[in-house]
């Protein structure tokens, strides 16, 4: 106003006010006020528009620049307060009016970069960023105040929801629940979710992928940037790491890509239904899974009514549903089947009952994990080098336009192409690396977990929920494969290890399964 004031040929018309909306990052287009003004210039309701600088009308420089050229051809005067009037009469005025804008465009993207840079170095260092806290924490003040007196908050674990968010856990780990059977049983238990409504599959989903819960914060989540805290925060663990991993394994491995991909492993889709062994059980003829089937019976009682009976089986997919030309049975008898399971598996719980595994769990952490995490550190060097050579790269960009850089701008242009795709490869490594190293530390964990509840499996198992009895099965047996006289039990590699008899045990058959 300031500026209109001292122009005694100018007078106030009409202010353009625009909140909240990124000049960057979202075209001319899609900005009402723009289009407001370009309305009314062609109306004729003013001859000259005013910013306090031209980025005002936009920083994109394959865009704003001809935002202007569009009001300076309807003959509108362009002002800013910094930087006079902008002319567009010959060349040099549109060479001027495109390299402000393209100055303003990088300006952009480096605060961008700079803004990227400094909440992920807070991530790292495992301070709050501020906004909405996941399910199952809080904030409190810190009794740190900031520059301008105002008290910092802090992330703190909310006892109350945390035990929510431990029992979400739990059902997918004990229990084998998928995220819709877990947000179905919240909504029966009456449990609020954060927004106190009902639990959905997505906020269950939300509550198991996020690696808050097991003491790391992240920024950028789920995208090709993301970060994670280095160090745990001890404080803001809910759920063990181990316990989290696995979870994640499950969840991965259930997904309908890799249960197609992993057709030749033994995945545990769901713990519905009434047979244990479903989804580690196969027929040895064709490969194909066994799966559940009904054998209804119908009896004549004396007084003359009828009563139907329906009984669970195994049955080969492949055959069923003339898949394969198996030579196997189509029906096994279900009983049988799981009684041989269990006479196995009970016996072999006694004899690892019976060795002390101690020496050994520490024997195999060094073995399995020992490579693991000399190939995740040699890959994060790498990429951490890899990101530093981009960097200064990008940072020779203006120097090679400016013709101050050894390189062409083309030529810059396919290095960093280059060295981008270089840095995808390496995050894609590294992302593989810290998978397999997570996958041993699980599987430790699991035989840590089973030398302390040995002595009690059993117990457990015949007082557990089909469910329980089906995720715990999952966890001692690789497979199960039937044939017409044998059954085939292949337990898990990490157990079996320490048994001198081998991997495999069968269990002949004195008559068919049928």
């Given at each position: 106003m ?15 006010v625009?909140?909240?909306?990124s000049?960057y990052?979202?075209?001319a ?24 600088m031209?980025?005002?009308?936009g920083r994109?420089?394959?865009?704003t620049p001809?935002?202007?050229e ?15 009037q902008q002319?567009i ?9 495109y ?5 303003s465009?990088g300006?952009s ?11 992920a ?8 960023r501020?906004g ?5 924490y ?18 703190v674990?909310d006892?109350e929801k ?13 229990e084998?629940y998928?995220?819709?059977?877990i947000?179905g049983?919240?909504?029966?238990k009456?449990y ?13 989903n939300?509550?198991?992928r ?7 914060m992240?920024?950028n989540k ?8 280095k ?11 181990e316990?989290?991993?696995?979870a994640?394994?499950?969840?991965e ?6 249960v ?6 033994s ?10 062994l479903?989804?580690i059980i196969?027929?040895g003829h ?27 089986k195994y049955?080969?997919s ?6 394969t ?12 089947i ?8 009970f ?7 019976q ?30 080098a890899?990101?530093?050579q ?13 013709g ?5 701008p083309?030529?810059?242009?396919n290095i960093i192409?280059?060295?981008?795709k ?12 810290q998978?397999?190293?997570d996958?041993?530390k699980i599987?430790?964990?699991e035989?840590?977990?089973l030398?302390k ?5 059993r ?13 715990m099965?999952?966890t001692v ?7 017409k ?5 292949t337990?898990?590699?990490n157990?079996n ?5 081998g991997v495999?045990?069968?269990a ?7």
């Amino acid at each position: 106003m300031d500026f209109i004031n001292k122009r005694d040929d100018w007078e106030f018309v009409k202010e353009y006010v625009e909140k909240g909306v990124s000049g960057y990052k979202v075209t001319a287009s899609n900005r009402d006020i723009i289009q407001k003004a370009r309305a009314d210039a062609e109306n004729g309701l003013f001859d000259v528009l005013l910013v306090y600088m031209f980025d005002r009308l936009g920083r994109r420089d394959d865009e704003t620049p001809f935002v202007l050229e569009w009001f300076v051809s309807q003959g509108i005067e362009m002002w800013s307060v910094k930087e006079g009037q902008q002319k567009i009469e010959d060349h040099t005025d549109k060479l001027i009016n495109y390299i402000r804008f393209w100055q303003s465009s990088g300006e952009s993207r480096k605060t961008s970069i700079r803004v990227n840079d400094k909440h992920a170095e807070m991530v790292k260092a495992g301070v709050y960023r501020g906004g909405t806290v996941p399910y199952g924490y809080k904030t409190v003040n810190s009794g740190v105040l900031n520059k301008k007196g105002k008290d910092l908050l802090k992330v703190v674990i909310d006892e109350e929801k945390a035990e929510i968010v431990k029992m979400i856990y739990d059902l997918v780990l004990e229990e084998g629940y998928g995220q819709n059977r877990i947000a179905g049983l919240l909504n029966t238990k009456g449990y609020p979710s954060k927004t106190d409504k009902k639990w959905s599959s997505a906020s269950v989903n939300t509550v198991l992928r996020n690696p808050m819960y097991k003491g790391y914060m992240t920024y950028n989540k789920g995208k090709e940037n993301e970060v994670t805290s280095k160090e745990q925060l001890v404080d803001l663990v809910i759920i063990d790491e181990e316990k989290w991993n696995k979870a994640q394994k499950i969840r991965e491995m259930r997904s309908p890509e890799n249960v197609k991909k992993n057709d030749g492993e033994s995945v545990i889709k769901t713990t519905k239904g009434i047979l244990m062994l479903v989804g580690i059980i196969k027929c040895g003829h064709c490969g194909y899974p066994l799966t559940t089937t009904y054998n209804k019976k119908t009896y004549v009682r004396k007084d003359g009514t009828k009563r139907v009976t329906s009984q669970a089986k195994y049955r080969c997919s492949g055959k069923a549903q003339m898949k394969t030309d198996c030579d196997g049975q189509t029906i096994y008898a279900s009983k049988k089947i799981e009684g041989i399971v269990l006479e196995e598996l009970f016996d072999y719980l006694q004899q690892l009952n019976q060795i002390d595994l101690t020496k050994q769990i520490q024997k195999l952490k060094k073995q399995n994990t020992n490579n693991e995490v000399k190939t995740l550190r040699k890959l994060e060097r790498e990429l951490d080098a890899a990101n530093l050579q981009l960097t200064k790269l990008n940072e020779e960009v203006i120097k090679s336009i400016m013709g101050q850089s050894h390189y062409s701008p083309e030529r810059l242009n396919n290095i960093i192409e280059s060295k981008e795709k270089e840095v995808k490869e390496l995050n894609k490594l590294v992302e593989e690396a810290q998978q397999e190293l997570d996958s041993k530390k699980i599987e430790l964990h699991e035989v840590e977990e089973l030398k302390k509840h040995i002595p009690i499996w059993r117990e457990v198992f015949e007082n557990a929920s089909s469910e329980k009895k089906k995720m715990m099965l999952s966890t001692v047996i690789e497979r199960v494969v039937v044939y017409k006289d044998n059954v085939e039990i292949t337990f898990k590699i990490n157990i079996n290890q320490f048994v001198k008899n081998g991997v495999v045990k069968k269990a002949q058959l004195d008559s068919q399964l049928s």
